[in-house]
């Protein structure tokens, strides 16, 4: 079992930047993908960016090049650097593990980022 916490939301105006943390516990099967998906209000979630454990990324077109996903392995963390925000980019931000061979899906509990002047 895996338990996701997020944390770093809060308010930023556009342009700024904000750093997203999500602390993983309990057994980090491998291989595995962790990634942050996001969820508007009345829209359906949606991926935001990926990586596997051995650092392979991937990202959605409206934040590449602005956003950046890494993950500590010793620290159980992956982060999310948000760049250039725009106040498309307002939504729940949801952490999430995926362990590949058993096909088994964790979510954290999400953190709310606002893009707003």
């Known amino acids: 079992q895996v338990q996701l916490v997020e944390s770093g939301g809060g308010l930023v105006q556009p342009g700024g930047s904000l750093r997203l943390s999500c602390a993983a516990s309990?057994?980090?099967?491998?291989?595995?993908?962790m990634g942050w998906y996001r969820q508007a209000p009345g829209k359906q979630r949606e991926l935001v960016a990926t990586?596997?454990?051995?650092?392979?990324?991937n990202y959605a077109d409206s934040v590449k090049g602005r956003f950046t996903i890494s993950r500590d392995n010793a620290k159980k963390t992956v982060y999310l650097q948000m760049s250039s925000l725009k106040p498309e980019d307002t939504a729940v931000y949801y952490c999430n593990f995926r362990a590949l061979t058993w096909i088994l899906d964790y979510w954290g509990q999400g953190t709310q980022v606002t893009v707003s002047s």
């Open positions: 990586i596997t454990n051995n650092d392979n990324t």
């Open positions: 309990g057994s980090i099967f491998s291989p595995n993908v």
